[in-house]
């Protein structure tokens, strides 16, 4: 079993409509969680950060974590084609200097 | 503020040749990471650095591979030789962590722009 999995798309939305990204984590002392986009030929650049229990909100973007299930998840509220990327879930876990990271979830908003 | 500064941007060199990247931290930052990506396998961890100490170099493929740390604002990371399937992008990171055992941090890794790297 991987550490952090996501599923790896492509995950194609209309333009305007909410894009879903999940990841789940095997570390179930794991504390903080990122999401990083990375476009083609890009480094990763944060999104969002979410450290407790239930829904975090920048703007178009919801972070939602639930560290009984192990799971944490992305909303992208009225997705614009810019949006198409590479979305990539991080993992801080615990007693660990280490950032675990899933392999992506290509994402395609079709305008 | 400055980011995370890599060079060179691009690297193009023979196979065999010795190859060094490097990497410039945020300030500040106490832990720095060198990752590899490719379209097959992601984004590997390659080592990271806490305070100038390497911490966990298992990522390191091969005695090819070496890095160093000698103070907070420089990083290396050595191939020698270098191999075709050495070929990548070269990611530094860099972030600001408590101490193991500590308070929990949302602290995030911020990654400079990355080193392409191609062994002919």
């Known amino acids: 079993q991987k550490e952090v999995e996501q599923n790896s798309g492509p995950l194609s939305v209309p333009e305007g409509a909410i894009a879903s990204l999940n990841c789940t984590y095997s570390d179930r002392g794991s504390q903080s969680f990122f999401w990083y986009r990375q476009y083609s030929g890009k480094s990763p650049e944060l999104i969002m950060s979410?450290?407790?229990?239930g829904d975090k909100e920048d703007g178009r973007f919801t972070a939602q974590l639930n560290k009984a299930s192990q799971y944490v998840s992305l909303l992208i509220r009225d997705s614009q084609p810019s949006d198409s990327a590479t979305y990539l879930c991080?993992?801080?876990?615990?007693?660990?200097?280490?950032?675990?990271f899933g392999t992506g979830t290509r994402l395609k908003v079709l305008a | 503020d400055a980011g995370v500064i890599q060079s060179p941007r691009h690297e193009v060199t023979e196979m065999g040749q010795e190859v060094t990247l490097r990497c410039k931290p945020i300030?500040?930052?106490?832990?720095l990471f060198w990752y590899r990506q490719t379209m097959m396998r992601g984004l590997e961890l390659l080592i990271y650095f806490n305070n100038n100490v390497p911490i966990d170099d298992s990522g390191m493929p091969e005695d090819r591979f070496s890095a160093k740390m000698p103070n907070a604002s420089f990083s290396t990371l050595k191939i020698q030789p270098s191999e075709p399937r050495d070929s990548a992008v070269y990611f530094c990171?860099?972030?600001?962590?408590?101490?193991?055992?500590?308070?929990?941090?949302?602290?995030?890794?911020?990654f400079g722009d990355g080193t392409r790297l191609s062994i002919l």
């Open positions: 979410i450290y407790s229990n």
């Open positions: 991080a993992v801080h876990g615990s007693g660990t200097y280490k950032y675990i």
């Open positions: 990171a860099s972030s600001l962590i408590p101490p193991v055992g500590g308070v929990a941090s949302d602290q995030p890794q911020h």
């Open positions: 300030s500040g930052h106490n832990s």
